[in-house]
């Protein structure tokens, strides 16, 4: 079904991108001396991670991208945008990057970033997160489809999307790339692609061996489906009356936790839910995009499982103060949902790629003089390019990044390597994440263990699942660097 006119797709949907500081991930994201090393720009699959979802926004056809970042955050993220080697990843993007101050210490919820940036917003917005990983049989396109038809249809204000969690591997820590988003209970109307229900942190403290139900959401949807199988995508597809409703709640901070829950308690709350139809009612009539009637339930329908709707005329009112006048309770302002069985994050979506991963010895000679000829790397490995692995090393399931030396003798085991690392000889590594810019000192063990970047590991040292910042590091004299450093390339703040 073909729902574009030409040209139409290049101003139906603006795309916004939230690259926040990215605190869940400490202390890979901590500071390298001056030099701020964004969440965005962390690699999965030896590619940012911001490539991913601005890959994914292109292929829908959206081509106006708002991205949003801490003010530290802006050179970093601006110079990859706008490198050649991004440029022709997604050449049809216009990317605008807008700064939103905040620190670490005091994180800005979404509901307060989109009101600040509102009057940038002029028609309806998609909203990703930077370290989304869309799953291969995912398309926006789909989304934007399924928002289409039923904001035509039932004036659904957010499309949502949920993904189905995984298993943990053996071995692997639950909190080794920090929290990739957490399963939480909802229920949703499968005919209807309805969200219902979602168990807030409120809801847990309140109860936290049961999950609590109203009747009326019982009534209204007998056959509604309940699973803690499924985490946010935090992928929505709104509706610009959203942010109207916004300024009218200016308490809301969590997009999730307050804005859908409140819609999803409204709708099958009749009376309370008026105010919040009343709220967006008002909102829709004030749209300067809102071109339809918005529809009002019938009064002789309320113990009908599936009441009867009819249109009401667009009334638009002299001023918006006049909010007291909409005496009908609107029909329910749907949050459509998406149930998706597969979906990755972090190390999680480092493994799915391994999976899928053939490596070969490079082809240039520069690159091929690089890698020993005693080195052992298996083919579910990933290494960067201008990287020399030593004699004897022995590389498996892991991404190893650019400009990194791996010495002689040593053996890496299901890591992750960011750029310009250095592993002296002899140094053992297994389900470890480093940091750039990383040493780690001659015949030094790590297990499970995650590093900011600059962290230097001493000779001989063993460690096991910890998280090492530099400010813990005492500095002192580190031996075992010398035979591998010379022969490390690259600058500082090369990417």
């Given at each position: ?20 500081f990215g605190n869940g991930l400490s202390p890979l994201t901590g500071d390298h001396g001056d030099e701020p090393c964004p969440k965005a ?455």
């Amino acid at each position: 079904m073909d729902f574009e006119e030409p040209n139409a797709k290049l101003h139906e949907f603006l795309a916004i991108v939230l690259a926040g500081f990215g605190n869940g991930l400490s202390p890979l994201t901590g500071d390298h001396g001056d030099e701020p090393c964004p969440k965005a720009l962390l690699l999965v699959a030896n590619r940012p991670m911001i490539d991913f979802p601005l890959t994914w926004i292109e292929q829908s056809g959206i081509t106006e991208v708002l991205l949003i970042c801490p003010t530290a955050h802006r050179s970093s993220i601006s110079h990859h945008i706008h490198s050649d080697t991004s440029s022709s990843s997604y050449p049809s993007l216009h990317v605008d990057v807008q700064t939103y101050d905040e620190s670490p210490d005091e994180p800005v919820g979404t509901c307060a970033v989109l009101k600040h940036f509102s009057n940038r917003i002029l028609r309806d917005f998609v909203i990703l997160p930077c370290d989304f990983i869309p799953p291969e049989d995912l398309s926006l396109t789909s989304m934007l489809n399924k928002y289409r038809i039923e904001s035509n249809v039932d004036v659904t204000v957010v499309t949502s999307c949920w993904l189905k969690t995984h298993g943990m591997d053996k071995g692997a820590t639950p909190d080794e790339w920090g929290p990739t988003g957490s399963s939480v209970p909802i229920i949703w109307d499968k005919k209807s692609g309805t969200l219902l229900h979602i168990d807030t942190p409120d809801d847990r403290d309140r109860n936290t061996d049961e999950l609590e139900l109203r009747m009326s959401l019982l009534s209204r949807y007998p056959v509604a489906s309940l699973s803690s199988q499924y985490i946010d995508s935090h992928v929505y597809v709104c509706n610009r009356s959203v942010l109207d409703v916004l300024h009218q709640k200016p308490t809301f901070d969590s997009f999730r936790e307050e804005f859908f829950h409140g819609y999803a308690k409204f709708n099958t709350r009749r009376q309370s839910k008026k105010n919040m139809d009343e709220a967006h009612g008002l909102a829709l009539r004030h749209s300067t995009l809102f071109g339809g009637s918005i529809p009002i339930e019938d009064s002789s329908s309320r113990v009908s499982a599936s009441p009867p709707f009819k249109p009401a005329p667009l009334s638009v009112p002299s001023s918006p103060a006049h909010t007291g006048v909409y005496n009908e309770p609107l029909a329910s302002l749907r949050i459509g949902i998406i149930i998706h069985d597969t979906g990755f994050a972090g190390t999680e979506a480092n493994r799915q790629f391994l999976s899928k991963s053939n490596y070969t010895l490079p082809i240039d000679p520069e690159n091929r003089a690089l890698i020993d000829a005693k080195s052992q790397i298996s083919s579910d490995s990933m290494i960067g390019s201008s990287t020399k692995i030593g004699e004897r090393a022995s590389i498996k399931r892991s991404v190893i990044g650019r400009h990194c030396v791996i010495g002689k003798m040593t053996r890496i085991v299901g890591c992750m390597l960011l750029d310009h690392c250095v592993i002296a000889d002899g140094a053992k590594l297994e389900g470890c994440i480093l940091g750039r810019y990383t040493r780690v000192g001659t015949k030094a063990e790590l297990v499970r263990t995650l590093t900011q970047a600059g962290y230097e590991v001493d000779t001989g040292a063993t460690i096991r699942n910890e998280k090492l910042e530099v400010s813990d590091w005492t500095v002192g004299p580190h031996q075992g660097f010398e035979e591998v450093s010379s022969s490390s390339s690259g600058e500082p703040g090369e990417e």
